[in-house]
């Protein structure tokens, strides 16, 4: 077990991979002679030669076609967006061609492919730069996507994605990239489709991903000095998304708060609170709640940027409003 950041344990994904499959390669902007735009390949270029990491033009299109082409004939693309906000002009080449050829060629093809990069806000980049793409995608059948919140997830999940056979979709958050933690030595593989509960309680059950895992986290320890506690679950997987682990919490704590970075309209917070109503109905003690980005386009402005979205205090209200319907 060794303490890493969030970046090293993806650099050691791919290079762990890369070693074990010829087949492997690394695509993208600035992600050799520049090291990656946020250092995630650093020394990667050396390592392997500009054969398997190979720097494209500014054409996210381009590049994720050249990658879909690239598996359906046997290679295993790591295809990287500098940031899922760029995937928005690749996304007919994700929708229609990589989600698809395994069903329209009735087999004939598969598509091992994996997309990776920063997704959801940063710090300061602005409306056009700060979406969480991770519901667009995680509607489309075909695909699988993952979101890690912990170095030791980064790592086993993005190796699980290189080693799939159909399309994986990895979000990464550019704000975890130096967030440290324990990484298990050796072939550390993380199952896709699988939830973590990484905490324990029986009073609610938070639902998180990706950073809002760290966030319900910090809302758990602020509830816990309160006598309420919170069992909090990381997701891992947005799709296949694993609603046996879910269920399971919500009958043992009766109340359930979604945390997710995005819009409130639809999402994946959504589709767990559909999931929930439909499959744990019985359970609940009080309405689920939400708790997610406001309604509007992202502010420059930082301290407007981080009132827009979700934070300890907000999540924390959340808990007490749902715990305390029945205490009343």
């Known amino acids: 077990m060794r303490t890493i950041r969030y970046r090293d344990a993806l650099r050691e994904a791919m290079v762990e991979e890369m070693e074990r499959d010829d087949r492997v390669f690394l695509m993208g902007e600035e992600v050799g002679h520049y090291q990656g735009a946020y250092k995630v390949s650093?020394?990667?270029?050396?390592?392997?030669?500009?054969?398997?990491?190979?720097?494209?033009?500014?054409?996210?299109?381009?590049?994720?076609g050249?990658?879909?082409?690239?598996?359906?004939?046997?290679?295993?693309?790591?295809?990287?967006?500098?940031?899922?906000?760029?995937?928005?002009?690749?996304?007919?080449?994700i929708l229609n061609n990589a989600a698809k050829l395994r069903q329209m060629s009735g087999g004939q093809f598969s598509c091992p492919i994996v997309f990776r990069g920063p997704n959801a806000s940063a710090r300061q980049v602005g409306s056009q730069h700060s979406h969480a793409m991770e519901h667009f995608y995680a509607t489309?059948?075909?695909v699988k996507v993952v979101a890690p919140a912990y170095p030791a997830d980064a790592k086993g999940l993005l190796k699980a994605a290189i080693r799939?056979?159909?399309?994986?979709?990895?979000?990464?958050s550019e704000t975890l990239y130096v967030v440290k933690g324990e990484v298990p030595d050796g072939d550390h593989v993380t199952p896709i489709g699988k939830a973590n509960i990484v905490r324990e309680g029986t009073d609610a059950t938070i639902v998180?991903?990706?950073?809002m895992t760290h966030i319900a986290m910090e809302a758990a320890a602020e509830l816990e000095k309160e006598g309420i506690s919170v069992e909090v679950i990381d997701l891992l997987s947005l799709?296949?998304?694993?609603?046996?682990?879910?269920?399971?919490?919500?009958?043992?704590?009766?109340?359930?708060?979604?945390?997710?970075?995005?819009?409130?309209?639809?999402g994946v917070g959504a589709e767990v609170a559909d999931r929930v109503q439909r499959l744990?109905?019985?359970?609940?003690?009080?309405?689920?709640?939400?708790?997610?980005?406001?309604?509007?386009?992202?502010?420059?402005?930082a301290?407007?940027?981080?009132?827009?979205?979700?934070?300890?205090?907000?999540?924390?209200?959340?808990?007490?409003r749902s715990v305390q319907r029945d205490r009343a």
């Open 280 to 301: 744990a109905f019985d359970s609940l003690d009080a309405p689920i709640l939400r708790v997610t980005n406001f309604d509007v386009p992202m502010p420059y402005n």
């Open 164 to 172: 799939d056979d159909n399309p994986v979709l990895v979000m990464e």
């Open 303 to 320: 301290k407007l940027e981080q009132l827009c979205l979700p934070q300890t205090p907000r999540v924390v209200a959340a808990v007490k």
């Open 239 to 266: 799709r296949p998304l694993d609603e046996d682990t879910i269920v399971q919490s919500v009958e043992k704590t009766h109340h359930c708060v979604v945390v997710h970075e995005g819009w409130p309209y639809g």
């Open 66 to 93: 050249v990658g879909i082409g690239a598996a359906m004939v046997g290679l295993r693309p790591i295809i990287e967006f500098m940031t899922w906000n760029f995937s928005a002009v690749a996304f007919d080449q």
């Open 140 to 142: 489309i059948p075909g």
């Open 42 to 64: 650093e020394g990667m270029l050396d390592r392997f030669g500009e054969k398997r990491i190979i720097d494209t033009p500014i054409a996210e299109g381009g590049f994720a």
């Open 208 to 211: 998180a991903y990706s950073r």
